[in-house]
């Protein structure tokens, strides 16, 4: 297993977290490509973990709010990559990263459906469900 990360749009890294997003939230949630493929810009840092054989099979990215908040967006495994703790794997990393670069709190709009994994890590759920791109989502904050 292996993570890689970039803030370009123009590498195989992007193109890879790309590819992830649109099979899960694309394809298989039937999120909008318009809602889902926005824009970025190089303050944006895409992470792929890439299994043992070296397909990207997962995919986070991170966004500055400010000099001491991140925001985690966009959190997507393969359908048949999940169960083997590589969501997990890639949060962790995040949360270390965004340690090393001197963020005090993490932030994210967790799928009502995924709000046990996150509370598993050591988010916690703030303020009121609310519906973003159709799905319920949940507030939760990680402080480092």
């Known amino acids: 297993m292996e993570i890689k990360q970039s803030n370009q749009?123009?590498?195989a890294v992007y193109a890879d977290a790309i590819m992830i997003r649109k099979a899960v939230f694309i394809k298989e949630?039937?999120?909008?490509?318009?809602?889902?493929?926005?824009?970025?810009?190089p303050a944006?840092?895409?992470?792929?973990?890439?299994?043992?054989?070296?397909?990207?099979?997962?995919?986070?990215?991170?966004?500055p709010n400010d000099a001491t908040t991140g925001?985690?967006?966009?959190?997507?495994?393969?359908k048949t990559a999940r169960g083997h703790g590589y969501?997990?794997?890639l949060i962790k990393r995040l949360i270390s990263d965004a340690r090393t670069q001197g963020y005090q709190q993490l932030e994210l709009g967790a799928q009502v459906t995924a709000q046990q994994f996150y509370?598993?890590?050591?988010?916690?759920?703030?303020?009121p469900i609310f519906m973003e791109a159709g799905l319920k989502h949940q507030a939760m904050q990680y402080t480092l």
């Open 87 to 89: 969501a997990g794997a």
């Open 119 to 127: 509370a598993h890590l050591g988010f916690q759920a703030v303020g």
């Open 9 to 11: 749009t123009s590498s």
């Open 71 to 78: 925001h985690i967006q966009r959190v997507a495994t393969l």
């Open 44 to 63: 944006t840092w895409h992470y792929v973990l890439y299994d043992d054989q070296g397909h990207a099979v997962a995919t986070a990215r991170i966004t």
């Open 29 to 41: 949630q039937g999120i909008d490509p318009n809602l889902e493929l926005d824009t970025v810009t």
